[in-house]
């Protein structure tokens, strides 16, 4: 048994699982709403195309690869279907496996193969550096100041997307370019400190348990902010305790909160419906 | 007047068997190797198991707290373990064993490298720019390790110098009689030729005498592609190769693939103590690979 406050270590796993969390399960709320929940794997993708090109150029990567998910963020906020056949999430899911086989084409012809790569890739929050925590919470601090300020906007435009109301976005709408541009800055920066599916979990689990609670967008991101923070807070304290990589421990208690409130939602309906 | 010194160290070693020197190595040989030479002494650790590959390891809290208490560290060294290795050391804040620290071993010391890439050969798919790391599959390579090991415990524990140095030569001369037996039994193989899927095995391959033709990867971490694994199977077929050396972390469909194809055999080889539950030790990591090659070319 490890007490784990006494940790440095465990403390700043804690810190940046809590900043990731709370910045991550808000715009997850928007992901969710907008019904683009493999953004995130797509913009992942994408700045790992952009690490790959990197080692492929032989040059910087960190930053071919902030220069990368930029300029796809720029290009997927043009994404809007009129079709109602077809939903956004199928382009965003073409653009994530054409990324990942290119990454994998540049790979195949790179001096160094994969090592340079899996480095920059595979995080954990367990061996994050304090000049990474600082990074992180200045720029998700930033981030998250835009949207609170501008919350009306954002907002609007998420509904828009909800409601189908494609017409009134126009070809190119300066927050929704805002919107991707925040959700790639974030998710490049999350990626490198914790890991590709840790993240995508921060951004998709909280908000749809807190669907099953609340209908109301107030409660729901509270509720969302809530789960991310008490999945980090157990997920770290199950992973100190049984000792196991953090990353899956934080996806296996964010599972679990999610499928507690799926049950305690199917007991509510059926006691309603009664 | 020496002998006295030593005599009443030994009378006073379960004494003070609580001063043990606590050790974290990255892989499980270093850590045989390490308690071969440092006895009743060290109290040691491997972070990598035997059978996971020592390129990628999930940092566990475990980890991070053994390598702070630890009063030494030791690691393959090279490149195999960047991608975790700076990441934990800086996470146990640990002064010690930080990288020039008074803990702080690199098994590669002395080490006569193979595969040194040129600027020439760096473009055609070295991952490992300082030599390959594989440097342990060589039992002549383990003398050098023991050595190294040996002259830190020495000088962080002097009052026990005269047992490490002990232990080093019971050590080197198990290895240079193992060695020969070794060596005869795979004699009459000099020169086969065989195939492999990960280059790992440069150093044992120079010890034994075999002859690794090319690779199920392409590239060293890139995946068997189809046109190399079709590559292999046509050199496997015009040089009359039926042996393919896998490792315990890799899948064996592709050699699967290649041997159905070929008539040849695949043979998984341990890469490390550990790869197994009879690979206890150093000894027996050679012992299981030695025998695995004679009963599949038999």
Not at chain 1, 153 to 172: A, C, M, S
Not at chain 1, 177 to 199: D, K, N, Q
Request: hydrophobic share 50%; net charge neutral.
């Amino acid at each position: 048994m490890i007490d784990m406050f006494t940790q440095e270590f465990i403390l700043n796993a804690l810190m940046i699982s809590v900043i990731m969390g709370l910045l991550l399960s808000y715009l997850g709320v928007h992901v969710v709403g907008r019904g683009i929940v493999f953004v995130d794997l797509a913009l992942g993708q994408i700045s790992m195309l952009g690490v790959a090109f990197g080692n492929f150029i032989e040059k910087d990567q960190t930053l071919i690869s902030i220069i990368f998910t930029m300029v796809g963020a720029f290009l997927l906020s043009f994404i809007k279907i009129k079709d109602k056949r077809l939903k956004q999430e199928a382009i965003i899911g073409i653009v994530y496996a054409v990324a990942s086989a290119v990454t994998v084409l540049l790979i195949s012809k790179s001096p160094h193969g994969e090592s340079d790569i899996s480095e920059v890739l595979f995080g954990s929050v367990f061996t994050v550096t304090y000049e990474q925590i600082v990074t992180m919470a200045v720029t998700f601090g930033i981030i998250g100041f835009v949207h609170v300020i501008f919350r009306k906007k954002f907002f609007e435009l998420t509904e828009k997307f909800e409601n189908h109301q494609i017409e009134e976005i126009g070809v190119f709408n300066l927050w929704n370019f805002l919107f991707y541009l925040s959700i790639g800055l974030a998710i490049v920066l999350a990626v490198r400190s914790a890991g590709v599916i840790p993240v995508f979990s921060y951004l998709i689990i909280p908000p749809v348990a807190a669907i099953l609670v609340s209908r109301k967008m107030k409660p729901m991101i509270i509720i969302s902010i809530l789960i991310a923070l008490l999945g980090s807070f157990f997920g770290l304290f199950f992973a100190t305790q049984y000792d196991f990589p953090a990353g899956s421990s934080v996806v296996a208690i964010l599972g679990a909160i999610f499928v507690l409130l799926a049950f305690v939602r199917w007991g509510v309906n059926l006691i309603s419906s009664k | 007047m020496k002998k006295y010194v030593s005599l009443l160290l030994l009378l006073f070693a379960p004494l003070c068997t609580h001063a043990q020197l606590k050790i974290v190595t990255t892989i499980p040989d270093l850590k045989s190797i390490a308690e071969y030479i440092g006895g009743d002494r060290v109290n040691v650790f491997s972070i990598a198991t035997g059978y996971q590959n020592p390129h990628f390891v999930d940092p566990k809290p475990s980890y991070i707290l053994k390598l702070s208490k630890a009063d030494i560290f030791i690691t393959v060294g090279l490149d195999l373990e960047t991608g975790w290795v700076p990441a934990l050391l800086n996470s146990a804040r640990n002064q010690r064993i930080q990288k020039g620290g008074d803990g702080y071993v690199d098994a590669s010391t002395n080490i006569p490298l193979l595969q040194i890439p040129t600027s020439v050969n760096r473009g055609e798919g070295d991952i490992h720019i300082y030599g390959n790391p594989h440097y342990w599959l060589d039992p002549l390579n383990g003398k050098i390790i023991a050595q190294t090991i040996a002259a830190t415990l020495s000088r962080l524990d002097p009052g026990h110098q005269v047992q490490f140095r002990a232990n080093l030569k019971i050590f080197t001369e198990k290895i240079d009689a193992k060695i020969k037996e070794w060596e005869g039994k795979l004699t009459r193989f000099k020169n086969t030729k065989v195939i492999a899927y990960h280059n790992e095995w440069p150093y044992f391959e120079h010890r034994f005498g075999l002859t690794i033709v090319d690779f199920l990867e392409p590239k060293p971490g890139i995946p068997p592609t189809a046109s190399q694994l079709t590559k292999i199977i046509s050199i496997m077929k015009s040089e009359q190769i039926s042996i393919i050396i896998n490792s315990p972390y890799f899948m064996s469909e592709s050699a699967d693939l290649v041997a159905r194809n070929t008539g040849g055999k695949v043979v998984t080889l341990a890469t490390s103590v550990g790869a197994t539950e009879t690979i206890k030790s150093y000894f027996d990591l050679f012992d299981y690979n030695v025998d695995q090659i004679l009963t599949a070319i038999q």
